[in-house]
């Protein structure tokens, strides 16, 4: 069964600053996908990565698939950006969900 | 924009009794997922559902789940008999993508809450 772990668990910023969470996983994978839960529970799909670097915005997400990690950076942080921020993997046990990273982005 | 549509919000139930939870995916969409997430606790993977029939399942989704659609828009869960440990945030999402096409961006719905007592 994948394991996939994230860190750190809990993350405080000050508004500006560039923002890196990362997520490791231990079976290879199909897809790769990151994920922001508000404070009222709501999922959002992020990004989905089989290979290298997609961006939106101010978000940038990376996958090294020898190395079984990917990381989510936000620049120019934002008190907006606070949420919880899931890694998905999906291979051959379906999907399996890593634990989250709490952000905190203070004014 | 389009989006995925759950209901009820909330739903409060007495142990062993069946709930039927709905969701309405996006309409072109061919892929659909249940998750579940415990409070405080990581979102878990349920279900998948692709041409009518489940295409994969977790340990979790034993006999006492079922997934139908039964009228071409709406895909329900439902629980038959539920336990105190059913009580979760119960997300429905849904993709596009045709047979094989996994590894798509999903569109989650907001949820809901069921609370079993």
């Known amino acids: 069964k994948n394991e996939v772990e994230q860190s750190p668990q809990n993350l405080t910023a000050q508004e500006g600053e560039f923002i890196t969470i990362n997520c490791s996983y231990s079976v290879g994978i199909s897809a790769l996908h990151w994920l922001q839960q508000h404070p009222g529970g709501g999922i959002v799909s992020l990004f989905m990565l089989s290979s290298g670097k997609k961006k939106h915005g101010r978000l940038i997400a990376t996958i090294n698939i020898q190395e079984k990690h990917s990381s989510l950076h936000i620049t120019a942080s934002h008190p907006r950006d606070s949420a919880v921020y899931i890694c998905?993997?999906?291979?051959?046990?379906?999907?399996?969900f890593g634990p989250g990273t709490r952000l905190s982005v203070l004014p | 924009e389009p989006e995925v549509t759950q209901t009820p919000s909330h739903q409060v139930t007495q142990m062993g009794q069946e709930v039927i939870l709905r969701c309405v995916p996006i309409?072109?969409?061919?892929?659909f997922y249940w998750y579940r997430q415990i409070l405080g606790q990581k979102v878990e993977f349920l279900v998948s559902?692709?041409?009518?029939?489940?295409?994969?399942k977790s340990e979790i989704f034993d006999d006492q789940f079922s997934v139908e659609r039964p009228d071409g828009s709406n895909f329900t869960l439902k629980i038959r008999s539920t336990k105190l440990e059913d009580s979760a945030m119960y997300f429905c999402a849904s993709s596009e993508g045709a047979a094989g096409g996994r590894g798509e961006t999903q569109y989650f719905g907001p949820g809901t809450r069921l609370l079993v007592l």
């Open positions: 998905a993997v999906e291979g051959g046990q379906n999907f399996v």
């Open positions: 309409s072109n969409h061919l892929y």
């Open positions: 559902f692709y041409n009518n029939e489940i295409s994969e």
